[in-house]
Structure formats: structure tokens, C-alpha cells
């Protein structure tokens, strides 16, 4: 109940920092999974994407994130928010959500095209690529697009935080 959340007492962590630095290692050490490399990571499938200000702020220009009028006006007149308030808290949990079912829509259109394909070696190279989709890669992917947009000044304002 989303009332009874917004009167919480209870503290929302979402642990950005410690996931971009776990996502960071496995990046360095070559994004390595299966228990033969050097490092064995294997619950990356379990880090959240980093709901950062970048992330929500690209998934907002593409329509797959909406906010209220209210917290819409707050965001464009580049007001901050209370940390830990319930607008930073819904930016950073609906990035969460967005981010989480963009990887399952991925991974459903990868595994569809797969099972379309007749030649084995493609179908292996598909599943193969299917295998790095995760929240950490699609969350790099929406940074450096996001990165990139704004350079080119094509983003309105991102959220701000006290």
C-alpha cells in the first residue's frame, strides 16, 4: 500500500554506490561468469540497475518512465528534492522497475529471434548474447546514451537531491 509506504518511517536503500563498484570489478576483470576464469561471478543477475539521476532522466525523454504533474514540474524547474523523500525515493524505485522489465522484454525479443533461426551457430551466438542481459548492462547502455544525449543538450533536467 502505497499510503502506508509514503508514511513510513522505514529508510529505502537501494545501494548504488556498492553495486556500480561490484559491477565495476567484474567489468575490469573481463565480465567473467563461469568458474574456469580468474574471477566467478555468479549472481550478477541479482545487482538492480544504479538508479542514479542519468538513468531515470533517459528513461523519462523515452516515455518509459512518467512521473506526476507535481514531481514533473518539481524535475523541470530543476527543484531538489528531500533525500529519502518519497519523489527521490519513486524516481529511484520506478528506475528499478523500468530498468528490470526492459530486461526481461530484451531477453523475451533475444530468445524469440533464437527460436526463429534455423542455422544452430546463429542460435548458439544469439543465446550467447543473451546471457550478458542483465540490469548492469542495460543500465551501461542507458548511461552512455544518456551521456551522449546530453552532450548534444537533447535531455530536459535531471532530478536533484538535498
Known sequence: DWNAAK???SVIHFYKRAQIAVAD??????????????CHFTD??????????????????VGALQYTPALA???DNQEELDEGGVDEVSIRAGTVVAVEE????????????????SSKESKENLYKLLED????????????????EDRLNLLGPHHRVR
Open 133 to 148: 542481459v542483465s540490469a548492469v548492462t542495460i543500465d551501461w547502455y542507458l548511461w552512455q546514451r544518456g551521456e551522449k
Open 73 to 75: 514540474a518539481k524535475v
Open 7 to 9: 508514511s513510513s518511517t
Open 102 to 117: 526492459m530486461v526481461e522484454l530484451v531477453k523475451k525479443r533475444l530468445t524469440d529471434i533464437a527460436e526463429s533461426y
Open 44 to 61: 550478477m543477475k541479482l545487482i538492480t540497475t544504479f538508479p542514479d539521476y542519468r538513468v531515470p532522466q533517459i528513461l523519462r525523454q
Open 25 to 38: 570489478v567484474w567489468a575490469a576483470l573481463g565480465r567473467c561468469s563461469t568458474s574456469s576464469q580468474k
